[in-house]
């Protein structure tokens, strides 16, 4: 791709919404202003010219992130096609392609529309396909886009004849692009044996006039991540067997393209998906695809711990440099009752709360030139819906009017918070918003 | 107001973004469809014309409750100003508006901001109001819309100062309304003595040029939900020193307005504080303002319990009707990977999952006649992001391609999860499709 990654983070559709004053992390504006409009208005988060709570993503932790994962792959013999759902905001899908990505990974068919919509031309759903409407608006779109490849899962021989016999119906004269998922006892979907995995891959390339099996896919991605020997052996055994599926049917001539995808999701274990999948020995091209979506913002917590696992089994990869947090949640000191607690002007639905958010950056309009780090003891014990309750220290020098800077762990539960997004410098000068699309 | 139930249910405004296949649950359209509009298209959730996941409200289980909190008010003699932050819907509060309600309370300024673009003439904002670009909107939206009456909280002399300060800055003219917020040891924002509430009701009223004391508020509604009689009797202290607070208010002469407000807020006590609250012995007028928001679509599991002690302290009360669960989100069963397990196409980005949803509703396209009772052991036992773990009996009927109907424990968490919902009737006929403003 041509595009500089400032272009791609820098070029929002002339039809996307602009901004107004509806959206949360917007302030009250005279008029809509465009999102190619916003850095004009040279806001910055320090000076108070956001309302609170907002959220931001540093650029420049966008940009390293993208930059590592681009390396990444082009060590690792692999491809990527980053997990769309993480933030469902075409800015930075854009970013992604910028950095090479072969594809756009999205989780529905919703998410399927709104990446037709932004232009993206190649489009893995990196699910099973279900439901008469949804089936059709993902087969009409298919079939008044022909420029648009798209691929999606199957794990059930009645799926594959319901998704066939609806491509006949359909008349697109395209076939359907599966890949059959292999799962693991306990986990999400996929089946549950190479053997039924090779069953369903016969059962789509008995359809061949209206599917075409198009790889073995797998989803590491809900092993625990912390990286410890048995996990790390679990995911290399759904690996294994993904690889015998694949080469079972290759050697059954099921395959339907002229390259085979091997592709596994999860942003915690991708370096030994890449390198297991390499190994696959097959009659035809294959291309191994990760799909990765929480690298791009990575975060404060989930993917720290996963990437310090990663460090612990790859120092030479972990040693071409790190990723940095780039998503934050910005927020208010709004109560003081008690003298070990504070009152933050944030909750639930403005961050993910599996895990809890981490008051990380301190910053006191007038006093401070820019966020000083938040003193040790400082800690996240309740969110409610708006609000968020601190545990302080006795001696806290948080008062009401303080500005506190969150980082988050799981991005995909945050992205989901917020309609508008605010890229920001170093310096937290606001150089652009985007939108996100859920 | 001469609004009828189903005008208010029914009367998008104009400017609203019409909706598209960028919208969550809404199928591919050839042309936007303006909100007025979606009756017209005759779509059926049963007839698969939505895509799934979705989420519906009942029409005539809003309107059940809307009439019956209707009938309440009526009883007890108080106002109530519904919690808008629940589902920032405008519809609803047209629907809440229309059966009587006296104002509509938001959490933050942007609810402010919208609920003031819809054209509310009274809003009630349940937080302080923290931050310059916050205050600023604020105050300057209040310059700009005489017409606008506002009230916030304060629980905190310094607040206070600010506040004024900033009312003077601006130069309206205006007063600004705050009441006085009392709390709880342990709890979340408000003073934490009724002696520290009269000293900040005090420093409001040393402000008198610029702000306005009009009334005292509280917030039982996080104090544990299921009634046992120690939180009825930390609920009922609350109250008593709300009302102690409100009436050495009083007697010191420190409100400012010509009728006192005393609201308290919460979708499990309102019999309690209504009832208690009218007992404060004021020389001036008085109005009781609940704030329940949840009331309005009720729930499937959290506000039933709270129900069920609604039921227990005051059978009269729970004699005169029931609230009715109005919210569901349906999903299809996407894959039967295991004998003990389905999984759902629906997950933490599409309903609130503090508590689990709760599998209802079950229909087979093309079997069944009308949603069927989720036979007994069907329980989720794990959302991810956008899958739902469900664990089934090994005699499930359930398989890939049925429809599922879940219920949902607290509103507020699952209205977030969605810019559109679809109004449906008892035949879940889409009636109208209404936006959230989250």
């Known amino acids: ?221 809900l092993l625990y991540n912390d990286g410890a020997p048995e996990v790390v052996a679990q995911v290399n055994a759904l690996l294994d067997g993904m690889v015998s599926v694949a080469e079972g049917a290759d050697t059954e001539g099921l395959f339907g393209s002229d390259e085979v995808l091997l592709s596994a999701g999860g942003s915690a274990y991708y370096d030994i998906v890449a390198n297991r999948l390499a190994e696959t020995r097959l009659t035809r091209p294959k291309r191994v695809l990760i799909r990765s979506g929480c690298y791009i913002t990575h975060d404060s917590y989930m993917y720290v711990r996963a990437r310090a696992a990663l460090a612990r089994r790859d120092p030479a990869l972990a040693a071409t440099g790190g990723l940095q947090a780039a998503l934050e949640v910005w927020a208010y000191v709004q109560s003081r009752p008690e003298r070990e607690k504070a009152i933050v002007a944030f909750g639930k639905r403005d961050a993910s709360h599996d895990d809890p958010p981490l008051a990380l950056k301190w910053f006191r309009p007038g006093l401070h030139a820019e966020p000083q780090a938040v003193p040790a003891g400082h800690e996240v014990v309740r969110l409610n819906d708006q609000h968020c309750h601190l545990r302080v220290p006795v001696d806290s020098p948080l008062r009401t009017g303080d500005m506190l800077g969150f980082g988050i762990s799981h991005p995909c539960l945050t992205f989901d918070k917020w309609r508008v997004m605010h890229l920001v410098d170093d310096g937290y000068r606001v150089t652009g918003s985007i939108r996100t699309y859920f």
Chains 1, 2 share one sequence.
Not at 29 to 55: F, G, S, T
Not at 177 to 203: D, K, S
């Open 1 to 221: 791709m041509s595009m500089s990654d400032d272009q791609a983070l820098h070029s929002p559709r002339a039809w996307e919404a602009p901004l107004t004053s509806l959206d949360k992390g917007v302030p009250t504006l005279a008029e809509p202003i465009a999102l190619k409009d916003v850095a004009a208005q040279r806001w910055n988060l320090l000076a108070e010219d956001l309302p609170l709570p907002a959220a931001i993503l540093r650029e420049s932790a966008l940009r390293n992130n993208s930059g590592w994962m681009r390396g990444f792959l082009e060590g690792a013999d692999a491809d990527i096609a980053p997990h769309g759902k993480t933030s469902m905001a075409p800015a930075l899908f854009d970013l992604q392609i910028a950095d090479g990505a072969w594809a756009i990974t999205v989780s529905t068919p919703q998410h399927f529309a709104v990446a037709c919509a932004f232009g993206y031309r190649r489009i893995f759903m990196a699910n099973q396909l279900i439901g008469r409407r949804n089936i059709r608006d993902v087969l009409g779109a298919l079939k008044t886009s022909p420029e648009v490849e798209f691929f999606c899962l199957i794990d059930d021989i009645d799926n594959a004849a319901a998704l066939a016999a609806s491509v006949r119906e359909c008349g697109s004269g395209r076939r359907l692009n599966v890949l059959v998922e292999l799962g693991y006892h306990g986990g999400r979907t996929g089946c549950r044996t190479a053997e039924a995995a090779l069953t369903a891959a016969r059962a789509v390339a008995a359809e061949a006039d209206a599917l075409c099996l198009a790889g073995i896919e797998g989803f590491e991605g």
